[in-house]
Each structure stands twice: as C-alpha cells, then as structure tokens.
C-alpha cells in the first residue's frame, strides 16, 4: 500500500470523479453531477479524498462535516481493486479529518442491498443503527 496516495480533491477532478462513480459506486445520488461536485469543493475543499495508485484513480470517500456531525458518503473502490486495502485507507484519512476538526461520531449511508459494503463498514468497526431511518425530500425535481 506504500504506494497508495490520498489527497484532496481539486475542481479539475470533478469529470473524471462522476466517471469513476458511475463504473464504482453502487447506486446513484441527486447531487452526482457537476455543479454537485463542484458546490461540494467550494463549500468544504478538503472534504472530497481521492486514492491513487500510480496517478490513477481507485477510491473515494466524501468526508463532510458541518461542526456537528462528521458524515461518510461516496466510499468508493474500483471493483479491480477491492480488498487491496483502499477504502480502509480512505476511511483512516477521513477518521483523521474528523478527529482534527472535533468531530465526534462518524455516521456513514450505506444501501441496505449492498452486502459487499455493509461488510466492509462493519469490517471497519461501524455498526448499524437500526432504530434511526433516513427521511429525505428533494429541494429540485
């Protein structure tokens, strides 16, 4: 893994970020688009992490936090590259975000019909929270 490189995210990484979600995450979300992407870096620059491997892109993670609550979303490993240790170090880069900026408690969103990814959450010593649901309601159609 020595040669795994975790960094922030910059604005020229927005296309090539939507391109590798849509091949490795599961799932799609209303804000994956540009200015999505793009509203997302200019509101937290350090909150999008990126793993490469010989300049190539192979993981994400969005590690928000807005002074209350630090939030994991998009963790994301290139399906060629899963169980290579990526999205343990993404999650390692994020908990230390977090933890600098105060953060107490990470909670992560994971799809209920995702098996792959509640195993590697929970490999990663999150577990689920059964009694708090998700409500949602979209601000644009």
């Avoid at 970020?17 to 799932?27: D, I, K, M, P, Q």
């Avoid at 600098?100 to 209920?112: H, K, P, Q, S």
């Amino acid at each position: 893994m020595n040669d795994l490189r975790i960094r922030c995210a910059v604005p020229a990484d927005i296309d090539p970020v939507l391109s590798f979600w849509r091949e490795a995450a599961e799932g799609t979300s209303i804000s994956d688009d540009r200015a999505g992407v793009a509203r997302l870096l200019e509101r937290d620059a350090e909150a999008l992490l990126l793993a490469e491997r010989d300049g190539v892109l192979r993981g994400t993670v969005i590690a928000g936090f807005d002074g209350w609550r630090c939030s994991a979303y998009r963790l994301a490993v290139h399906p060629d590259c899963r169980r290579q240790g990526i999205a343990t170090a993404l999650l390692t880069a994020a908990e230390r975000r977090f933890a600098a900026l105060g953060g107490r408690r990470v909670d992560a969103m994971v799809l209920e019909v995702n098996d792959r990814a509640q195993s590697a959450w929970a490999a990663a010593g999150y577990g689920r929270e059964d009694h708090w649901r998700r409500w949602v309601k979209p601000l644009t159609d």
